[in-house]
Each structure stands twice: as C-alpha cells, then as structure tokens.
C-alpha cells in the first residue's frame, strides 16, 4: 500500500512518531488486525524492524497484541488515541509547569536572576538591541515589553494587525491599565476590526490612521518594530528589531505624538 507522505508527515507531528511507527500504525488501521508479517510487507517497513516497532506503539496504546496463535495485532480507534494523547500532553505541561515553579523558588532561580543582572550591568543601555523571528516569538516579546510597563504603551498596527494581536495581548494590556499604564493605540478602523476597537476603546485611548507602520514603544526605554509589510510575509518569516534606547525610542515617541495630534 502506498501511502501519501503528506499525510504521513503530518501524522509524525501531530502524535511524535518516527516514520517506521506511523508506517505501520496506518497499514494496521486500513487493515484493522493483522500480523507483523503482513504489515511489513504493507508498509515497506523492513520485517527486521517490525517487531519492535509494534512493541512502541503498544507501549504508546496505538495497537493491542491479540492474544493467541499466530501473535496479531489489533488496531485501537483513533479517537480512543486522541483523548489519551491529549490526555499524556496535558498532564507531560501540567508536570512541566510544576518543575519550574519548584525551580522558581530554589537558589537555582536566583543564580540566574544574578547572572543576568550582573550581564546586563557591563551592557551598554544605548546598545541593547535584538532580532526576533517568527510571528509567535514576536508576540511573546511583545507581552514581555507591556508586563514591565510603568508609565506608557504606544501601539502602531494594521487593522489586520490589531485582529490577530487582540487575543494574545489584550489581557495584558488590561493589567497594565489597571496599573495606571496610558495606553495609546493607532490602527485603521475598519467594519472588520470595529468591534476590537469598541473594546480596547475601554481601557485605551484610539486613533483612526491608513499609516500602515508597525511598532510599539514602551515607557520611552524600549521599542519593537516589525520589519515587514503584514500583508505580504508569512507569520513564521515576520521579522521584528527590539531596541531598549531611551533616545531612540524617544524619538519615535515623539513621532507617534506628533501624529497623534
């Protein structure tokens, strides 16, 4: 049986298989219950390997052994596989999160923290500058900036740009407002967009604007600025520079004042 690789690599992703395991895990579900033997022969995975590729996927509850002569296989229902792996990958982060809230609370964590301030102290703050990839990691950095906000948030987007922000960081700027941030977005308000707009309008001050640059600053110490049009890269190659120089930043700001007016 030839199987399409689209679908078997996306099938390695989705449960963490190695492309032996998910050869033989789909033969076993077209077939329902068969032996090594013939799944080998299916699947084109070497008969050598079979064997033990069978006995990872029982391990990982895919397949059950049939009890009897010859030894054969029985295929599990996919959604049984579904809620157990959903099941493993929630308490696997639920474990993960525990560690390093323990860590948090150990000298280890203060180590770091040390490390760090003592890096940072031989820094140059006009120097302090970095690329960030990728439209995920790019957000992150963004709610890092407005957690430590204290005085001041200035946000510049696209309307496209303030619909796929608004679930990632509009928590966040909600805290920082009830910490007495002011903050101050321009965007162009559309029919699509109104409504983000009606709820940011609660907390932070709008600006309708077809400028379609895109940065934000913070408390005239820090600015991120994404390097490319929204429209026309995709999310993993959007780029953005940060750079922590209240000189720098304090021009843009000045440039945001200016066509805030």
């Not at 780029?239 to 004042?257: D, E, G, T």
Request: a positive charge; glycine letters at 4%.
């Amino acid at each position: 049986m030839i199987f399409d690789e689209t679908f078997l690599k996306k099938l390695r992703s989705a449960f963490n298989l190695n492309i032996y395991e998910v050869k033989i895990w789909t033969a076993l579900l077209s077939k329902g219950v068969a032996a090594a033997g013939e799944l080998s022969d299916i699947s084109n995975v070497p008969r050598s390997r079979s064997y033990d590729v069978l006995e990872s996927l029982e391990k990982r509850g895919f397949v059950v052994m049939k009890l009897g002569k010859p030894i054969k296989y029985l295929a599990v229902k996919p959604e049984e596989i579904f809620l157990r792996e959903k099941k493993r990958l929630v308490e696997g982060a639920e474990s993960q999160v525990k560690q390093l809230d323990n860590i948090e609370k150990t000298d280890l964590f203060k180590e770091l923290q040390l490390l760090f301030t003592n890096g940072v102290e031989h820094v140059d703050p006009e120097k302090i500058s970095g690329s960030i990839k990728g439209r995920s990691n790019v957000y992150n950095h963004l709610i890092a900036m407005i957690n430590t906000s204290k005085k001041s948030i200035n946000l510049m987007t696209t309307s496209a740009g303030l619909i796929r922000k608004y679930d990632k960081i509009n928590e966040y700027l909600k805290k920082a407002s009830k910490r007495g941030v002011a903050i101050r977005v321009v965007t162009a308000v559309t029919p699509e967009n109104k409504s983000i707009v009606d709820e940011l309008s609660k907390f932070a001050k709008i600006k309708n604007s077809v400028i379609t640059s895109r940065f934000c600053t913070v408390d005239n110490e820090q600015v991120l600025f994404m390097t490319h049009d929204d429209k026309t890269i995709h999310e993993a190659y959007d780029n953005a520079i940060w750079v922590s120089s209240p000189y720098f930043v304090n021009s843009l700001n000045n440039m945001f004042a200016n066509l805030w007016k």
